[in-house]
């Protein structure tokens, strides 16, 4: 999982899969190739997650898992946020090369598996840790999404509109992820708390005058190098 996720955000964070991008074959067998691996995390041994249960399990005791993990869900956050496609229905083969590039249809089935891995991190409520790593890696993306657009919006290098849609995009994800992993006292008091959770929801609702200055996304594992 790790590995795939490196390799998506190396390769594969293009934010568009149609056109010219869409239509290069190296594109479509890089996304083939992150699907079948994220398809094998998933699905490995059994349909519930089981092995990525046990890496949630063994990032309570392992500094190393919690680093890895750590560096896995920044990255299929990122991606997701920034080059995930979405769409409820899924066509046959036939359909598929009629209405659209493959490019396109894998990045759907990867946003899809990478839904399904995020939906167990809610699942591993004895796991706090795995959380909180999982928490604290989607607060900084959408933090510095969120500044970005604002900076880019003051600069007119980016239309309202193409504004206005990321970042309901960025921030109904966002909601929609935290309502998941929000399952105990300890959890939400370390959203709140030590991430400045709910400073950051007020600002996202427009409650607050000023913005921070947009910042660079880094990546936890670039962080370790600088230290």
């Known amino acids: 999982m790790l590995r795939a996720s490196k390799f998506l955000i190396q390769y594969l964070n293009v934010g568009n899969f149609e056109g010219s991008t ?10 083939n190739l992150v699907h079948d691996l994220l398809l094998v995390a998933r699905h490995a041994n059994d349909d519930k997650g089981k092995v990525i249960q046990q890496v949630f399990t063994k990032a309570e005791t392992s500094e190393k898992v919690k680093n890895d993990l ?47 891995i995020l939906i167990f991190v809610a699942d591993s409520s004895k796991n706090v840790e795995a959380i909180k790593t999982s928490l604290k890696a989607l607060t900084k993306i959408v933090m510095s999404l969120n500044s970005g657009l604002v900076s880019h919006s003051k600069a007119e290098s980016i239309s309202i509109d193409s504004c206005s849609r990321l ?35 007020l600002d996202t609702i427009g409650t607050e005058d000023s913005k921070p200055e947009a910042t660079a996304i880094t990546s936890p594992d670039e962080e370790s190098k600088d230290e």
């Open 22 to 31: 869409g239509a290069h074959q190296l594109i479509v067998l890089r996304l």
């Open 70 to 116: 750590s560096v896995t869900m920044h990255n299929l956050l990122l991606w997701l946020f920034l080059s995930g496609r979405e769409d409820e229905h899924y066509p046959t083969s036939a359909v598929l090369y009629a209405t659209k590039h493959q490019a396109t249809f894998f990045a759907e089935l990867i946003t899809k598996k990478i839904q399904e």
């Open 167 to 201: 970042a309901d995009r960025t921030n109904s994800t966002f909601i929609k992820l935290l309502s998941q992993w929000l399952v105990s006292d300890e959890v939400v008091k370390y959203f709140v708390f030590e991430l400045q959770g709910f400073a950051f929801l």
